[in-house]
């Protein structure tokens, strides 16, 4: 299964609404993680189960989707949001993980 | 708090097999709530799963690398190792070690290992 993010790259400004896509080639139920990676960091885990919040992440962070069209919203933009998004699921057969190419999100 | 840390060469030639342990704390790797896994980052580009390790002994490998990756766990020393023989530039990368109690994902990871494959 292959995950395709959009747009690749995008410019914002503070306190904008973003919105990041992830297509899933098959349908994976809910099955769909989204990390936040920060330049020289490891990504960190910020929405599981395609739309639950892991513990610590900010409220303006809301995921959504199931079966192949998921999407990650920033309600309104923080400096510190400034960062490479990815999505990431579980193929169960062959048991194999996919992420999508990163979505790079720029200070406009 | 489950927490990992990377460790190994950051430089290997061509040819050679690149080695990486991963040192958990916080829980013990034989247990039956854990699943482990390897994922790489070339510079400049994306996320790339390795392979995983789970609870039961099982591992699983990307298609691409498998006939080069073994992946393995040390409980006397609550740490899982990634080994890829026979090298190139191409495997150059920050090599990232990552767990956790949901079979699905990965947290936590740990900070990340860059490795140059050079002569």
Known sequence: ?108 | QLQLQESGPGLVKPSETLSLTCTVSGGSISSSSYYWGWIRQPPGKGLEWIGSIYYSGSTYYNPSLKSRVTISVDTSKNQFSLKLSSVTAADTAVYYCGGGVIVNWFDPWGQGTLVTVSS
């Open chain 1, 1 to 108: 299964i292959q995950l395709t993010q959009s747009p690749s790259s995008l410019s914002a400004s503070v306190g904008d609404r973003v919105t990041i896509t992830c297509r899933a080639s098959q349908g994976i139920s809910s099955y769909l993680a989204w990390y936040q990676q920060k330049p020289g960091k490891a990504p960190k885990l910020l929405i599981y189960a395609a739309s639950t919040l892991q513990s610590g992440v900010p409220s303006r962070f809301s995921g959504s989707g199931s079966g192949t069209d998921f999407t990650l919203t920033i309600s309104s933009l923080q400096p510190e949001d400034f960062a490479t998004y990815y999505c990431q699921q579980l193929n169960s057969y062959p048991r194999m993980y996919t992420f999508g190419q990163g979505t790079k999100l720029e200070i406009k």
